[in-house]
């Protein structure tokens, strides 16, 4: 499946084939790397009072719970790794609907911004892009890729990714 444009200027990114429009409780995906071969499997659990998801490995093994907060004043998303919070991915209070704060356990904040309906945005870590999300490298309608940095967390990354697009989608 190569369709995957790899960045001159980045050599050591991870990218990977996401699905669009398929996040609903009850569903499930592969999420690709470059090379075509499933790599991670978002698994949504149907029957649950708050929309959840859980991320696998190709293993089978869960690296991240991806839930749902009910009763918030803002739409919340947090990220569990090994039954711990990791993430909060929530709205940004200043600014448009494109601005998503993430705010990480133990670590450094970051924060997504550019179109994030149309799947055209970047994550941010101190001014340092941590990844980027685009349709433009696929010619697979209704997919984009996300092409994470090299050393990053990539079963994080990919969270926060599957956290921001059940948050626009509702």
Do not use: C
């Not at 669009?20 to 790397?33: Q, R, T, V, Y």
């Not at 089978?60 to 004043?73: D, N, S, W």
């Not at 209704?142 to 090299?150: K, T």
């Amino acid at each position: 499946m190569a369709l995957l444009r790899r960045h001159k200027d980045d050599p050591g990114s991870d990218r990977f084939l996401m699905r669009e429009k398929l996040l609903a409780i009850g569903d499930d995906f592969w999420i690709e790397n470059d090379q075509g071969e499933r790599a991670y499997k978002v698994n949504g659990k149907a029957l649950r009072i708050r929309q959840t998801f859980v991320l696998e490995d190709a293993s089978g093994e869960e690296v991240a719970k991806i839930q749902e907060k009910k009763l918030t004043v803002r739409d919340k998303i947090t990220v569990d790794r090994g039954g711990e919070k990791a993430v909060t991915v929530h709205k940004a209070l200043v600014g448009i609907r494109d601005r998503f704060a993430i705010d990480v356990e133990h670590g450094e904040d970051m924060k997504a911004h550019g179109n994030v309906v149309d799947h055209e945005y970047e994550i941010e870590r101190d001014g340092e892009t941590v990844a980027t999300i685009s349709k433009k490298w696929f010619r697979v309608r209704e997919s984009y890729g996300v092409d994470v940095a090299a050393g990053e967390d990539v079963p994080l990354i990919l969270a926060i990714t599957v956290a921001i697009d059940a948050l626009t989608t509702r």
